[in-house]
């Protein structure tokens, strides 16, 4: 028999499978303080929770017998997810389980908004009938933008468009083929931003995502766009959304996020315009179920070693295939969070080449860590190391792998390469005595470069002077420049060079960089 503790309140319906599972005795203590919780957590098996309890490394640590814990939700802040995974403790979520909720409310929120709905129903409450001031919009034959197509965005586009709205989207790893399939237009931000009546974001927030639309998008919109965010706050940049308003460009806004929550003395709540609720998008009595049963058959298959894909941390892996593979998990993450900044386009696939030692262990763990480093520059927390590949299979990319004993000079090399729809990258890694991890080549070009912290890659001409132009940029600019590799083919041809800075640069000098004859290109990355 397994032995499940269950800490936070769940419907009986979410558990009913745990309830009714031959194997498994469930104990359900929702009042428990973090002394009791420590004092009781050796005798079980899994552990399901919620938001409210804290699963700290001293509850893992006496968690002895555990072997999963699983999260009622998407988000697991409240988990040491590093402790779990040095415990080997399994650690579940329910991604999907809130899918349709949010998709809904984004499409309620976007009606709300299209026919002033609060505003109107505020006023009739307060005694006025008042027919004038509240004439709307219909969806019928207007543009919907939506920013991020991925399990939400989707579900919002199917019904936009049963609503006889044309759909533009856009999102990283969209292709001409999969919006077709759709039945909406691959589009860019700023084909959104200069076509679309209704906007919508639907993107995790990461470093990329924060305040994707702000005043230079806003400024290219039509007049009178709606805005919608039922996504995180942080995507759209709340300042410049409250001056938009004021200027009469954005007609309305919709939102159920905000950059600080609760939206203490934020002036968006007061305008007219403005349709607010309080992170509602996962708040029906299906989405709380649904996220309890996911997790709950998640346990089950931990529990009763079959297959399972909602782990938000590395699997678990033969000792003797760590021993190999574990020096090699950084790096496979940063190359592919390397290619995933530098490359322009679309992902159509991923290829990984495993050279030298590499060749002869199951590298099926390393190719997740490279995947997750691809996707989770576009994708955020959304990616773990077990469901990469299906997030990878569900947009239409292809993943291949290849062994070669031909290892080039190094005792083990890793290559990645990312076709797209515009262009194909490469880049190489390997680990050295003493050195650590190091990119030893990017497309055709050798050079040597730890993979860490802030870089600047910079594509250019080889001739005299360039590099000391670049210096000069940023040290009058206060950035030091900490190490410096170049890399080129041919005298005077095509060169790289990659710098590592103390700090981020600034857009300004990135701009004040490019402009120099010589310079092709200026890319920023953190890894």
């Not at 005795?25 to 973090?34: D, G, I, K, Y």
């Not at 802040?77 to 590093?82: A, L």
């Not at 607010?276 to 309890?292: C, D, I, R, W, Y």
């Not at 290619?339 to 322009?344: F, P, S, Y």
């Amino acid at each position: 028999m397994y032995k499940i503790l269950i800490t936070d309140p769940l419907s009986e319906h979410g558990i009913q499978q745990l309830l009714d599972a031959p194997d498994v005795e469930v104990v359900r203590q929702t009042n428990l303080s973090p002394t009791d919780l420590l004092s009781v957590i050796g005798d079980y098996d899994a552990l399901l929770v919620r938001s409210q309890t804290q699963v700290t490394a001293e509850v893992l640590a006496a968690g002895k017998k555990l072997k999963v814990v699983g999260r009622a939700g998407v988000g697991v802040d409240n988990i040491d997810i590093n402790a779990a995974t040095e415990a080997g403790v399994v650690v579940i979520n329910a991604p999907d389980g809130n899918t349709i909720s949010t998709a809904e409310h984004s499409f309620a929120m976007l009606m709300a908004v299209a026919r002033n709905i609060p505003q109107a129903h505020k006023k009739l409450t307060d005694g006025t009938w008042d027919r004038k001031s509240f004439q709307g919009v219909e969806l019928n034959n207007k543009v919907l933008g939506i920013i991020g197509l991925g399990r939400i965005g989707t579900e919002v586009a199917k019904r936009a468009k049963a609503f006889g709205m044309t759909v533009l989207a856009y999102d990283p790893f969209l292709t001409e083929e999969r919006a077709k399939k759709l039945g909406v237009t691959h589009a860019t931000i700023d084909d959104i931003c200069r076509q679309a009546d209704f906007i919508t974001v639907h993107t995790p927030l990461t470093k990329e995502t924060r305040h994707i639309i702000s005043s230079r998008e806003f400024m290219k919109m039509k007049d009178g766009v709606r805005i919608i965010n039922c996504a995180r706050g942080g995507i759209i940049d709340e300042k410049a959304l409250y001056e938009a308003i004021l200027t009469g460009k954005v007609a309305g806004a919709a939102l159920d996020v905000f950059e600080i929550e609760p939206p203490v003395d934020n002036p968006l709540i007061g305008l007219p315009q403005v349709v607010v609720t309080p992170h509602l998008g996962a708040s029906t009595q299906e989405a709380q179920e649904n996220v309890a049963v996911d997790v709950s058959a998640e346990i089950l298959k931990v529990l009763r070693g079959e297959p399972f894909k909602n782990a938000v941390n590395l699997p678990s892996i033969p000792a003797h295939v760590m021993e190999r593979l574990q020096p090699y998990f950084t790096l496979g993450e940063k190359l592919g969070n390397f290619l995933a900044q530098v490359t322009v386009g679309s992902i159509q696939e991923i290829a990984i080449t495993y050279s030298g030692e590499l060749a002869d262990v199951d590298t099926a763990p390393l190719t997740r860590t490279v995947l997750r480093g691809v996707l989770s520059f576009r994708l955020g927390e959304e990616v773990n190391y077990v469901n990469a590949p299906l997030l990878a299979k569900v947009r239409d990319i292809t993943v291949t792998e290849k062994k070669s004993a031909h290892n080039r000079g190094f005792t083990n090399l890793l290559t990645v390469t990312l076709k797209t729809t515009q262009q194909t990258r490469t880049v190489a890694g390997t680990r050295l005595n003493g050195y650590g991890a190091r990119i030893v080549k990017i497309d055709d070009f050798a050079i040597d470069v730890a993979p860490e912290g802030y870089l600047l890659y910079i594509h250019h001409n080889d001739r005299p002077g360039v590099i000391g132009r670049v210096g000069s940029i940023l040290g009058n600019n206060d950035v030091n420049i900490a190490t410096m590799q170049v890399g080129r083919r041919d005298i005077g041809g095509d060169a790289i060079m990659m710098l590592s800075v103390d700090k981020p640069v600034s857009a300004e000098l990135l701009d004040s960089m490019g402009e120099l004859p010589e310079v092709k290109s200026v890319t920023q990355i953190e890894l």
